[in-house]
């Protein structure tokens, strides 16, 4: 376990490294004002709503409501201990935090199992390769690979290998080298026998392709047969350091491309990948066996915008990129769709016409999303038959009203108008009709659009009076520690009327017994509840004068103290009519005194 880092090396790590530096590595940040906007990261949205402050380091998103600094950014983000965040933060800004980090690799887990996985899995990518392509039992398997069209390049780049033919090499290798044997189970790397708790090989005889994590770390393996056993693919079980729903494969490596083109070219399968590779797409990437995961749509806005999805042609395929665009589009993305002919996968048509062909015929020729659901959803219908015709032409239109752009609804309206001879005038009347429909439909669902991945959706309902007042006079107290024990002193002993506001005061009072002068992104590391940071956070981005005149404080302190004593009239009032109600006048007009001092007091 590695040892904890120093506060002072913290600070510096806090002083050292910028926020927006940082969260550019994953979200595409524009300037606008003083602070930069992008996509959140945290959540499905295609309009920017995720800002980042320079001046206070600190990020909020104002549509699902998460913030934090940069620390909080990391961890929330890639599932990592605070610990782990400061390691990976301070090795970008070449700061020696002068520990043990226990074995040397400071932006990995710091469990010694954790780093038994990785370092079990890197060691047999190693040895796999060597095997493919620099020993006598590897030949006949680097043979097969040259002879499917795989270069020597290729094979290097994605580290391709092969394992032996044996049932116990692997277990032993491991074994010599230390690694425990009920660890490498839990890796996946080989099988616990329940007639006597022997261990054997996972993977024999097979050509091996290694699955890399976002940083290039060898996290799974999938093995390829080599002739006709079952299954053609044997891949790495789900284990703590692989999760199929959170990887692209080839991401690593494609990710400097992404970055520059804000292009990528979305694979059903790695094999897909590693042919694209070859003919010249550098920028692809592929799901490992699973649907399209709002952890994958997370992965990919973080550098690109436009997505193309390259499936196969098969009805499997299409039904698949369909579900894949709807996902991306949901997203915020553009997306095209590359069609293969003849049922054939990528793979199969590289072969048949080269690399330039795919490049310029199936990538560059890819259709609009929208120009793809129009063969989508011809599929099975005969377009000579009337009542196959009007639903087809509905369900274009309706497809059609879900375009945001006046431009793109006629040209598609033009189109269809076109095709089927149809008034153009008739259409445009049907779109808005349906576009209506819908409206009042998605009005009265209680569905959210887009569901958050990490934090739930804000409440935008309009707050009373003492809440927007308290939460003023917490921004003011961040700002100015003299304001803080001002607020205190003015409060006379009484508190906030929202707990979690009050939480957050009791915290920054503290924090200011340690700390002489307010530091916004200093303070959400001193916070230790998540909500709270998050709110802080959204205070923190709030729009309040430079100075906070005596005025205004006062009628902050006012609307926070009124609010107890309005609830006490309301208290007073239902005992009021409880008194009436049994004839008992006098009680009540002595009630009725006490309310109306509690008036006069407001």
Known sequence: MAERIAEEKINQIRQSVDIVEVISDYVQLKKQGRNYFGLCPFHGESTPSFSVSIDKQIFHCFGCGAGGNVFSF???????????????LAAKANIDLEINLSGGHGEKKFSEEHQAFLGAHELLQKFYHHLLVNTKEGQHALEYLL?????REAIDKFQIGYSLNSWDYVFKFLSKRDFPPEWMEKAGLIIKRERDGTYFDRFRDRIMFPIFDRNGNTIAFSGRTLGADEPKYLN??????FNKSKILYNYHNAKPNLKKSQFAVLFEGFADVISADRAGVENGIATMGTSLTDEHIALLRQNVQSVTICYDSDKPGIEAAYRAGNHLNNGGFQVKVAMMPDGMDPDEYIKKNGPEKFRNEVIGASLTWMAFKFLYF????????????????????????TLNKAVERDHYLRQLAAEFSLSLDALKQQQKEIFFAEKRKSTGSKQPVNKPIIVQKQDNKLKPKHYTAERRLIAHMLKDRDVAYKVQDLLQGDTFNIDEHQAIITYLLSFYEEHFQSDSSAFL???QDDNLR????????????DELTNHELSDYIKQVLNYQKLLKIKEKEVEQKEAERQSDFTKAAAIAMEILQLRKSL
């Open 378 to 401: 011809r599929r099975g219908k005969n377009l000579q038959h009337e009542g196959d015709r009007l639903a087809y032409i509905e369900v274009v239109i309706k497809e059609i009203s």
């Open 147 to 151: 002879q499917r069209g795989f270069t």
């Open 525 to 527: 590391s001193y916070i």
């Open 236 to 241: 790495s079980p789900e284990t703590p350091i």
């Open 74 to 88: 990391l961890m929330e983000l890639e599932g990592i201990s605070f610990q782990e965040a400061a390691i990976k």
């Open 534 to 545: 998050r709110m802080v956070a959204n205070i923190e981005m709030m729009p309040i004068n």
